[in-house]
């Protein structure tokens, strides 16, 4: 079963500039989520999509990130415009929901780097 | 104050001695607790999770959760090499929730 597919794996731009980056979750997996893992934090919730809705994008800072899952099944997410402190790592998960546990899959990530 | 608090700091051990990492968290409302492992430049797994109190054992991986007092643990017996990695753990309100991640520890075990 082919995993979580994120790319681009690395990105660098300067402040101010504008980035996307991509996700293809697991194969019938409706639920998907991004994450914000700054280096030497855990992940932290930006959104979570149920098929093509959001379930919860409350830690999503708005006025820079956006994200979409059109179809219910790819997501891009964006921000625009970038600071210094969005240096991270971006972590797609994606899962499929049920009425107990329901293990998130992550991808490799995408790097970003602001400079 | 963060809803899963994980002391940082890595640790080192040699091989086979036992690892043991833990966590508390501040909201009593969360009901799934699991252990993931990510190694460098790669996106977490999970290792294993438990529901509500009690314990949860997977071959050389023991995890425990205690409500009353707010504590996950993690026991990992004879430790390899290959257990080098961050574990981070995580709480959620249900089972399709957002993870409240700990920071995470570096564990390197030492042939």
């Known amino acids: 079963e082919a995993g979580v597919a994120q790319s681009p794996r690395y990105k660098i731009i300067e402040k101010r500039q504008s980035v996307a980056f991509w996700c293809n979750p697991i194969s019938g997996h409706a639920t998907l989520y991004w994450y914000q893992q700054i280096l030497g934090q855990g992940p932290k919730l930006l959104i979570q999509?149920?098929?093509?809705?959001?379930?919860?994008d409350s830690q999503l800072p708005k006025d820079r990130f956006s994200a979409e899952r059109l179809k219910g099944v790819d997501s891009t997410l964006k921000i625009q415009p970038a600071k210094l402190e969005d240096s991270a790592v971006y972590l797609c998960?994606?899962?499929?929901?049920?009425?107990?546990?329901?293990?998130?899959?992550f991808g490799p990530g995408t790097r970003l780097t602001v400079l | 104050q963060k809803e899963v608090e994980q002391d940082p700091g890595p640790l080192s051990v040699p091989e086979g001695a036992i690892v043991s990492l833990n966590c508390t968290y501040s909201?009593?409302?969360?009901?799934?607790f699991m252990w993931y492992r990510q190694y460098s430049r790669k996106g977490p797994e999970l290792l294993m999770y438990?529901?509500?109190?009690g314990n949860k054992e997977d071959g050389r991986f023991t995890a425990q959760v205690d409500k009353s007092s707010k504590y996950i643990s993690l026991f990992i017996r004879d430790s390899q090499p290959s257990d080098s990695a961050t574990y981070l753990c995580?709480?959620?309100?249900?089972?399709?929730?957002?993870?409240?991640f700990g920071k995470g520890n570096q564990v390197v075990v030492i042939p």
């Open positions: 998960a994606s899962a499929f929901p049920g009425p107990t546990h329901n293990e998130q899959f």
């Open positions: 438990t529901y509500s109190s």
């Open positions: 909201n009593s409302a969360f009901q799934y």
């Open positions: 995580a709480a959620s309100l249900d089972g399709n929730n957002r993870l409240a």
């Open positions: 999509f149920q098929n093509n809705g959001v379930v919860d």
